[in-house]
């Protein structure tokens, strides 16, 4: 049995990773070309566990950040939370094995009046104006709402930006917040859930909120976070 030479696997696998990029890269072009799109393509050598900072570096410059989210618990979920906490930017997750972005005519808008959900509201403005149906998604039950806010108020902010909406009230029970956030999309179709990222820093670990971390889990639709 002759020796295992790992550089020479290691060179076969770098060229296949060149030619499987230089692949994206001509097919991405060419989408773009078919739509008029103008593309600022980069590529750039990286390692496994990469830093995310080029990333969070150059989302922040864009209107909005779109990731796939892996099928599996791999190293390419480490860039999902910097690309939310850190960019300043909203970012929307695509399932993998779940609902494509088809049509944004129906979007569920989580709504607790907190920051991290008016930021969601106004970052996905753009979104709302453009959809047909709008559900303002609030959860009871679940944790005490703190706000001098009321209905009226929000339907004024709506309604001077040209939404169409309705209001919507769940009780929270054993089901998880995201898993009910969730279900409520599917079972009305949605095309896209918008909500406020969660979390915060302990002893430079950081730590999700409940209802975020079990949607960046598993979404099972375009889910639009902001922070």
């Known amino acids: 049995m002759g020796a295992f030479d790992f550089p020479r696997m290691m060179q076969e696998l770098v060229a296949q990773s060149e030619m499987n990029a230089t692949a ?3 097919a991405v072009e060419a989408l773009c070309v078919e739509y008029g799109i103008k593309l600022d393509l980069r590529r ?17 410059l864009h209107d909005l950040l779109i990731l796939p989210v892996p099928e599996i618990d791999s190293f390419d979920r480490n860039y999902i939370e ?26 569920v808008l989580a709504w607790d009046y907190s920051r991290e959900a008016a930021r969601a509201l106004t970052d996905a403005l753009p979104i ?11 959860v ?9 806010s009321v209905t009226s108020d929000l339907d004024k902010f709506l309604t001077a930006h040209q939404v169409h909406y309705s209001l919507h009230q769940l009780k ?3 089901e998880p917040i995201a898993d009910l956030l969730l279900r409520y999309a599917g079972e009305i ?21 409940g209802a975020s971390r079990g949607v960046i889990r598993h979404p099972t639709l375009p889910v639009l976070f902001s922070h």
């Open 24 to 26: 994206s890269c001509k």
């Open 44 to 60: 750039a050598i990286t390692t496994l566990y990469a830093s995310s900072a080029d990333l969070v570096d150059l989302s922040r």
């Open 82 to 107: 910097p690309a939310i906490f850190q960019s300043g930017r909203p970012t929307v997750l695509m399932p993998s094995d779940g609902k494509q972005l088809q049509s944004v005519d129906r979007v």
């Open 128 to 138: 709302l104006r453009l959809a047909r149906d709008v559900h303002v998604v609030t």
């Open 140 to 148: 009871f039950g679940e944790k005490h709402i703190a706000t001098t």
């Open 172 to 174: 929270a029970g054993v």
């Open 189 to 209: 179709n949605a095309g896209m859930l918008v909500m406020g990222g969660y979390g915060h820093n302990r002893m430079r670990e950081f730590v999700l909120g």
